[in-house]
């Protein structure tokens, strides 16, 4: 049975394509997809800028779909979204249950595992995590890029009475400004570039928001500084921008070496914790929020495009604009 799907064919270069649909080992799930989103390491691919990921590849991980061949306890039918990774299960950080961690995990979108920009993808059992029967599609393949920011908040310890500033409003900013939120952090401010991320920011519970050009900058230190952009002065603005005594997390990835203050690191006491990807407390967290109605992260969501359409909406991120957020592909029309 054919399918089609959006395949990097080279960096810059993306093809809507016929071909055959994954075939799925006895261990595997096959399932078609619903929705997907754009992710910054999709991007960073697309461009050639990727450590690991190279094209030719489907991209793709930010995702919900259809079990249409079920294993590992999962039945034909069952709504599903899953983490962008396939850990080991036998290492010394899968035991601890730090599978985010592993040295041996796999990758979707790497070494021959094609991604989500596709009417179907194979996946593994203990990266798929079930959804609430008639859940949006969309909010689906939006709980791994929250997943990823609610693991980073809860690196920064207690929340109550603390306050936050989170440099970086895209797709991981907004997560982590949600989980935040949620968690119980009392002010939060994010800060970029543009007002229309700062509408989206606020709309998505942000107490202010500052736009870097702008004048009037905040100049109040936060207890915690989350670091979700990747410019080559992030770290020294947040070392600049907490409180002495105070935590910085890095959640962002950047394309070559940054400078840091040490000095004002060291002189400061301030804690640098970085955060990477996520873990199945984490998508369980993200999922019960939304079936119980908790979190609405849909403002994060600004274009939709089909599948036929990659192409067009990977050239639309790569612009950056302001106007741009989330950008969600529905492969079958079906979301």
Partial sequence: MPMNS????????????????????????????????????????YRGAHPYKTAPVVLGHELCGVVERAAGGFAVGDLVCAAAYAHCESCER?????????????????????????????LRPNMTFALPPGLDPELGALVEPLSIGLHAIRLAGPAPGRT?????????????LIAARRLGFTRITCTDLGQEKGERALALGADTYADVLAPGRPSAEADVVVVAAGHPDALDEAVGAVRAGGTVIVVSFFDGPVPLAANALVGREVTVIGSSLSTAADFRTVISW????????????????????????????????????????????DA
């Fill in 6 to 45: 959006a395949v990097l064919t080279e960096y810059g270069r993306i093809e809507y394509r016929s071909g055959p649909v994954p075939a799925a080992d006895r261990e595997e799930l096959l399932v078609r997809v619903l929705a997907t989103g754009v992710c910054g390491s999709d991007l960073a691919t």
């Fill in 94 to 122: 899968c035991a601890q249950g730090l599978t985010n961690l592993c040295r041996d995990k796999r990758n979707l979108c790497h070494r021959g595992w094609e991604g989500s920009f596709a009417e179907y993808v194979t």
């Fill in 164 to 176: 936050m500033r989170v440099i970086g409003s895209g797709s991981i900013g907004l997560s982590c």
């Fill in 290 to 333: 939304l079936a119980a109605g908790e979190i609405d992260p849909r403002p994060m969501v600004t274009h939709r495009f089909a599948l036929a359409d990659t192409a067009e909406a990977m050239n639309l991120m790569a612009e950056g604009k302001p106007t741009t957020g989330k950008i969600i592909l529905t492969p079958r029309g």
